[in-house]
């Protein structure tokens, strides 16, 4: 198959191969490539895709996807990339009467509009006829000299690499101006930032007529991104007033619903509820195409579930107020105990287990910390695979981005299977507010 050349964003680099699998799923276009060669330094990348309109489709949704470019060759030097290119020139001269515009960028180091139009001039030996069309031309040639990692104080003056070849499609990095989240009318400290919300999207394999949930909705970024590529979409959590707008930054202004209206999708959010995710009202079996959520890990908002410190007390919970029983009331708040990290997460994925359909996904943030984190520190389950794990660090401690797909139907009452030694998130609120000092984990 013929090669294409991936020009990613340089964010994110652990998460860039997942959402590249995934949308060559989701737009169901075949790719090879040889992971070995990715490098978490280098924004280009080597794939085989069968043909041009293919790899166009493929990136049209990427967030961390810059451009798609057919690969016409490489070198570290112009006379190398030169030779190479004059080796086949059956390839370019089909370009000979089209309009074209060429686009010089580098990686790691800027270049002046003088050095960008002398590399654009050292082209004239392919001779093309056609006229130069900044704006929707026939063909456009992309020139990339890489001088290495940008924040190296200082850049090489000859560039490792240079790429060249036919830009052929572009992701969709706009999608994160547009629901950039200080231009949402409604948020909180807990909204995702739009970057990831997209890529989790991306991730969820989320698609017109599939139907996300999202357990621990808060401000709803989730639904946005999700219902944009088309799901249909749901959340619920036990805390209502993050999503009636009663919480957050921007009050009063009918919280969720608000964002809905803004971004015309409120047709495709079918609902917010709230209930103990721990009791959730939902029918027994599968149901969900995903499962898309960031549980709360105690630290900006305190994870809880519905329950009394100090176990079941009846006459609490039947008494009587001015006649009206207690959790009738219009102000009843219900009693919420603590909901340590690792808990959370084993139900999570207990949940997923039994509400997913086969070959649906979770999509999951998992807070540990940095220096502790093992691989064997995430629980497991039978009937669900991790597909991915990336890391966003912050220093002392980071998260993980955890895809699992459920792999076949859930036969009896299979749960999660927890790590046999105590987990870098195990009590993950203490741990941060101690700034991860060492702590007794056997609790």
């Not at 093309?128 to 900044?134: L, R, V």
């Not at 176990?311 to 009738?328: F, M, Q, Y």
Request: glycine share 8%.
């Amino acid at each position: 198959m013929p090669l294409f050349l991936v020009n990613f964003a340089h964010f994110h680099e652990e998460f860039r191969l997942p959402e590249l699998d995934s949308l060559s799923i989701l737009e169901n276009v075949p790719i090879t490539y040889d992971a070995s060669s990715y490098s978490p330094e280098s924004p280009f990348f080597l794939i085989e895709v069968e043909s041009a309109v293919q790899a166009a489709k493929l990136v049209r949704r990427g967030i961390l996807i810059r451009f798609i470019i057919e690969y016409w060759g490489s070198g570290k030097t112009y006379d190398e990339l030169f030779n190479l290119l004059k080796q086949t020139p059956d390839r370019w001269s089909s370009f000979m009467a089209c309009s074209f515009k060429f686009t010089v960028d580098s990686f790691g180091r800027s270049l002046s509009q003088k050095e960008k139009v002398s590399v654009i001039e050292s082209f004239s030996f392919m001779d093309f006829q056609g006229p130069i069309k900044m704006k929707n031309p026939d063909a456009e040639f992309f020139v990339c000299e890489e001088y290495g990692k940008p924040d190296n104080p200082l850049p090489a003056e000859v560039p490792k690499m240079i790429w060249f070849g036919q830009l052929i499609g572009r992701g969709s990095r706009d999608l994160i101006d547009r629901f950039d989240v200080k231009k949402r009318k409604y948020l909180g400290n807990t909204t995702m930032d739009a970057e990831l919300s997209l890529v989790m999207a991306n991730q969820a394999l989320a698609r017109n007529g599939a139907l996300v949930y999202d357990p621990f909705v808060g401000t709803g970024s989730f639904l946005l991104t999700c219902s944009h590529f088309g799901a249909y979409s749901m959340g619920s959590d036990i805390d209502g007033r993050q999503i009636r707008g009663t919480a957050g930054f921007r009050r009063g202004v009918n919280g969720i619903s608000a964002n809905l209206a803004q971004y015309g999708l409120a047709d495709r959010v079918l609902d917010t509820v709230v209930f103990d995710i721990c009791r959730n009202p939902w029918r027994n079996g599968p149901m969900f195409d995903a499962i898309v959520t960031d549980p709360p890990y105690g630290v900006r908002a305190g994870a809880k579930r519905l329950g009394r410190k100090n176990g079941v007390d009846p006459e609490r919970s039947l008494r009587v107020v001015d006649g009206v029983e207690n959790h009738r009331r219009s102000d009843y708040l219900p009693p919420t105990v603590p909901y340590e990290m690792s808990d959370v997460i084993s139900d999570l994925l207990s949940f997923a287990a039994e509400k997913l359909v086969v070959g649906g996904r979770l999509v999951y943030w998992l807070p540990t910390v940095a220096g502790e984190y093992d691989p064997k520190d995430l629980p497991v389950h039978p009937v669900l695979r991790v597909v991915a794990n990336s890391e966003q660090p912050f220093g002392g401690w980071s998260r993980r981005l955890v895809t699992m797909e459920k792999i076949a139907s859930l036969e009896g009452c299979a749960t999660a299977e927890l790590p046999e030694h105590a987990p870098a998130h195990k009590n993950f609120r203490d741990r941060y507010f101690s700034k991860f000092e060492a702590l007794s984990l056997s609790n």
